[in-house]
């Protein structure tokens, strides 16, 4: 019996070794490849028109065993803005709108975190843009947290990823974007619409 109890506990070492790890804060890093950015507006009252902004980056720090989020950083490039149809494109990258020529990003930041459901929350912080910055709160649901099933290094190791969804409204004119609001042509509120995965670094 006496010589069974290394086999035991070596046994158990090795099986620990292979199990998850605990839970506990770690940063992650979007991943551009997969990050989704959009936004709708109410066109002269008659539908909520969708564009995209191609280019963004971000990280944050989360830990699942709460959960929590924190150290949050989302930047997109204004200039990336994209709806199929260059007219507009150009007119809503212009000074009317978000004038990416002097104001290239968009920048949110994340101060407070609160939990709202299992798997859902909101993130409370700031958002500059137009170099204005007013606070912003985003909706966000946490999708799913795993191991990739693609691999994602030099000896096919499959990176930690978590998936994350986010929403956000906004009233343009709080940024200088007054053009048409008046007269109703263009919805003075924006929807914004985050998804994304990031890899645990």
């Known amino acids: 019996m006496t010589k069974a109890i290394p086999f035991v506990l070596a046994f158990f070492a090795a099986l620990s070794a292979f199990a ?9 890093v979007i991943d551009p490849e997969h ?11 008659y539908f909520d028109l ?9 990280s ?3 830990d699942e065993a709460k959960p ?8 997109i490039k204004t200039a990336s803005f994209y709806s199929g149809h260059k007219k507009r494109d150009d007119h809503v990258r212009s000074a009317d709108f978000l004038n ?16 709202t459901g299992d798997r859902t929350g909101r993130i409370h912080g700031e958002l500059t843009l137009r170099g204005v910055t007013r606070p912003l ?13 693609m691999g994602g290094g030099l000896f096919g190791d499959k990176p930690y990823v978590t998936g994350i969804n ?34 645990r670094q």
């Open 35 to 45: 990050f989704s950015i959009a936004m709708s507006v109410r066109h002269a009252g």
């Open 20 to 28: 998850p790890a605990r839970a506990e804060p770690a940063k992650y």
């Open 100 to 115: 990416a020529k002097e104001f290239p990003e968009m920048v949110f930041v994340g101060k407070l975190s609160e939990k």
């Open 68 to 75: 929590e989020v924190s150290d949050i950083k989302v930047t």
């Open 137 to 149: 709160t985003l909706d966000i649901a946490w999708v799913k947290s795993a191991e990739y099933p």
């Open 166 to 199: 986010a929403r956000a409204a906004l009233k343009r004119s709080d940024f200088g974007m007054t053009y048409a609001v008046d007269n109703g042509l263009v919805g003075d509120e924006i929807v914004l619409m985050l998804g994304f995965e990031a890899r």
């Open 60 to 62: 944050f720090v989360f």
């Open 50 to 58: 969708v564009g995209l902004f191609t280019e963004g980056a971000g």
